[in-house]
Every structure is written in C-alpha cells, then in structure tokens.
C-alpha cells in the first residue's frame, strides 16, 4: 500500500488521554462557571442586609425532593459504574447503561419539576436571592440534561460504543462528569438553602 492510500488508524491510547483531558478541561471551565455564581452569590448576601436579601414570604427550600433528586443522581452514577465494570469485563453495556438513562433522566426531570415548585414567594423577580438562586439551580439543569444526552449517545448504537474500549473511554468521562454534577448540585443545594 502507498503511502498516499494508507489509512489512518488512530492510536487508543491517545483517543483515551484526549477524551479524558478534554473531559477535565470542560469540567475545570465548568468550574470557573461555579466559582463565579458563588462569588455573585456571596457579593450579594454581604451587601444585603436589613432583610433585603430574603424577604419576608419566601419558603424555605424542600428539602425532601431535592433529597430524591440528588438520589436519582446518585444511583444514576452507580449504574454507570456498573455499566463501566460489565464492559470492562466483556459484557454488553446496554442493559445497565438503560437503568443509567432511566435514573439520569428522573433526576433531570426531577431538577425541572424542583425549580417550579419550589413554593410560596420564589420568583425571580422577587430580589437577588431568589433570583440568583433560581438562575444557578436552572444552570444545573441544563447541564444535567446535557449529561443525560452525553450519556444517551453512549448507550445506544454508534460511535461511541463502537469497540470495547471506546465505551470504557466515555463511561469513565462520564462518570467523572456525573459525579462532579452530583457534588455541585448538593453543594449549591445546601448553600442556597443555608446561607
């Protein structure tokens, strides 16, 4: 074969620091993302005080759906590990990479129904609490349900489940993507709710 007809064939172990290296710069950006909300957060609670902040007539956040939503994430995790474990072993990852979708997709819809029900008084043009708080809680539901169609196109038929190890390389992205969501949204949960 001429060189001018070889075909390329792409290194695995290369397809596998690009995508992870990637993954962790998407994640790093993403928490630039964060630490910006916090500071904005923050700046705002320290300038607003004699009960400007949270006014009188807004609820306290639920704490029971939320609980729900961030253990539909969870088990959404562990079934990706499991999916991770099985086609490391040889098995077919679609069996658990469907209980994953099913779990991600709850907890995204989950996300959805929280933001609307968060109860009396939370509207975002009732002053900067709630209005921060609602911007950053719809922040993650767009990146959850982005995770969910990330996840999607690993489960089902194509190019990222092509070969055994094409699956591992993007399980294991994202499952670090998923277990980094799964941390900021109990951590913007717990810090909307508590300060």
Request: glycine fraction near 8%; include cysteine.
């Amino acid at each position: 074969m001429s060189a001018s007809t070889a075909v390329f064939e792409p290194d695995e172990e290369l397809n596998r620091r690009t995508l992870i290296m990637g993954n962790r710069l998407f994640l790093a950006a993403n928490t630039m993302l964060m630490a910006a909300m916090i500071f904005a957060y923050l700046f705002l609670r320290g300038n607003n005080y004699g009960g400007n902040w949270r006014p009188d007539g807004i609820a306290d956040l639920p704490s029971v759906s939320m609980a729900v939503t961030l253990l539909l994430q969870l088990a959404c995790l562990v079934a990706v590990l499991g999916a991770l474990r099985a086609v490391q072993g040889g098995a077919d990852v679609r069996a658990l990479g469907a209980v994953a979708l099913v779990f991600g997709l709850a907890a995204g819809v989950a996300r959805v129904w929280y933001q609307y029900n968060l109860g009396s008084g939370w509207v975002i043009t009732n002053g900067t609490y709630t209005a921060v708080s609602e911007m950053w809680f719809a922040i993650l539901i767009v990146e959850l349900l982005l995770g969910w169609f990330w996840l999607l196109s690993i489960v089902v038929t194509g190019p990222r489940n092509s070969t055994k190890a094409t699956t591992t390389r993007h399980l294991r992205a994202f499952s670090e993507f998923w277990f980094y969501m799964l941390i900021a949204s109990t951590f913007v949960w717990l810090l909307v709710r508590l300060v």
